[in-house]
């Protein structure tokens, strides 16, 4: 920064010209400075990273005044008297991490006193003890604490090769006058990122809370509609039973176990084999599973149970979701229904018969009437005997056609006697 650009002093360092009052900048110096505020801005303009921050600060505070290099040390978060170096630039790059005692430093005391530090020379200055036994090689230096609403958030170092000049004054203000703002911008970025980060958690535990309630809405609909979910590792054959597992069954996860030995037993001796074939064929062959069991309840109950899985077709998926269903309901309500279509089919076959044989029987009766009113029926004792017997069997069929009558209005299931004779329960 050229020499005519004059400011307050603020080290005990002299005057330079012009200390009575601030002469104006040179065209281009002002021109350089603008272009460096507007870099400066659009920084502070994007989104807040720190990153971002603390390699603007160190890369400009560098150009700024002519100063080889740059580093940025904040307060280390996991020891109070440790400042760690954030960011470096130019010929003090590839610093970052480096760890620097508070008390006793030359960039401690910036940081503790909240006051510049001026150096003429870091090579002779008993402050910069920590860097010399580090191997660092500076000369004039200039530490500026970054002072935020509260507090010092940061301190940026600068400084020049061995032998360079020194810093001015004018170069103290400059400097101090941009990093007030990206003490500004640094914390900031801090409550942006503490802001972010709140965000981010109540985000996620909106998330949780949203997965908890739909996972209590399935639970529910799962128990209704008498299913439970479970995992199926193909390679492993591992299994993991979710809690719908209880409202189905009963049992809990843990009791099934995570292997077909576990929780085969809980499925009828008869259909074990079955089941274990099923899941065998489906995990070899890469079908889809479906097999019918039944399953014993925990209370003891025999419940009729559908295990089904959909094995997917991409290579390497070893997860597989499955189903339980309980259909024992379903399967009695179709075995009930079943019994009434062939009641109303027993009960049409009936009205047809009834109606078949009716009408026959009434002619056959009325012709023996009148056949035994003939005097040549009387007069032949042998066919007096069988028209009689033509009539009790007659009165027979009759009868059972009655008796089909009443089992056709009030329906009942019959039975056939061992003589062969037919009994309708309730009679």
């Given at each position: 920064m ?6 307050p002093?603020v ?5 330079g010209?012009g200390?009575?009052g601030?002469?104006?900048?040179p065209?281009?110096a002002a021109a350089e ?5 507007q870099r ?22 560098t ?7 740059a580093?940025l040390?904040?307060p ?5 008297g440790v ?23 030359f960039?401690g005391r ?7 530090q001026?150096?003429?020379d ?26 935020g ?11 020049r ?19 007030e ?12 990122q ?24 399935y639970?529910?609909?799962?128990r209704?509609d ?10 492993t054959e591992?299994?993991?039973?979710g ?7 009963g049992y809990?996860?843990?009791e ?7 929780w ?5 001796e008869d259909d074990?084999?079955?089941v ?5 064929r489906?995990?070899r062959e890469?079908?889809?599973l ?5 399953m ?9 149970i559908v ?10 998926v ?9 259909v ?8 009930s ?17 009834r ?12 012709q ?10 009387a ?7 069988s028209?009689?017997a033509?009539?009790?069997?007659s009165?027979r ?12 209005q009030y ?6 006697t ?10």
């Amino acid at each position: 920064m050229p020499a005519s650009w004059t400011s307050p002093d603020v080290f005990d360092t002299p005057p330079g010209p012009g200390a009575s009052g601030a002469s104006p900048l040179p065209p281009h110096a002002a021109a350089e400075l603008l272009a460096l505020y507007q870099r400066v801005t659009r920084a502070l303009m994007r989104p807040a990273e720190a990153a971002r921050i603390t390699l603007t600060v160190v890369e400009e505070a560098t150009c700024l005044v002519g100063a080889t290099g740059a580093v940025l040390y904040v307060p280390d978060l996991e020891d109070d008297g440790v400042l760690r170096a954030l960011a470096g630039a130019g010929s003090l790059s590839g610093w970052e991490g480096e760890l620097l005692p508070t008390d006793g430093s030359f960039v401690g005391r910036a940081i503790q006193t909240g006051e510049g530090q001026h150096s003429p020379d870091l090579a002779v200055d008993a402050r910069a003890y920590p860097l010399r036994e580090a191997g660092r090689e500076v000369g004039p230096a200039l530490a500026l604490p970054l002072r935020g609403a509260s507090e010092n958030v940061a301190v940026l170092l600068i400084a020049r090769a061995p032998g360079g000049a020194a810093f001015s004054s004018d170069d103290t203000v400059v400097v101090g006058a941009t990093a007030e703002l990206f003490a500004v911008a640094l914390e900031n970025t801090t409550l942006f990122q503490r802001a972010r980060g709140d965000r981010t958690e109540l985000r996620a535990r909106r998330r949780e809370t949203e997965t908890a309630r739909w996972f209590s809405v399935y639970e529910a609909a799962a128990r209704m509609d008498g299913r439970a979910v479970f995992l199926w590792n193909i390679r492993t054959e591992a299994f993991d039973w979710g809690d719908t597992l209880t409202s189905l069954l009963g049992y809990p996860p843990a009791e099934f176990g995570s292997t077909m030995q576990q929780w085969l037993p809980h499925v009828k001796e008869d259909d074990r084999a079955e089941v274990a074939d099923a899941f065998s064929r489906a995990a070899r062959e890469g079908v889809a599973l479906l097999v019918h069991c039944r399953m014993i309840h925990n209370s003891g109950a025999t419940r009729q149970i559908v295990l089904r899985a959909t094995l997917p077709p991409a290579v390497g998926v070893d997860q597989v979701i499955g189903i339980l269903e309980d259909v024992t309901e379903r399967e009695r309500l179709a075995t009930s229904r079943d019994k009434q279509s062939r009641a109303d089919a027993a009960t049409e076959i009936i009205r047809a018969l009834r109606h078949e044989i009716n009408n026959p029987l009434a002619v056959v009766i009325g012709q023996l009437q009148l056949l035994q009113k003939e005097d040549a029926v009387a007069e032949n004792p042998l066919l007096q005997e069988s028209l009689e017997a033509i009539q009790q069997e007659s009165v027979r069929m009759h009868e059972l056609v009655r008796r089909l009558a009443a089992l056709e209005q009030y329906p009942r299931e019959p039975f056939v006697t061992p003589t062969g004779g037919v009994n309708i329960p309730g009679e």
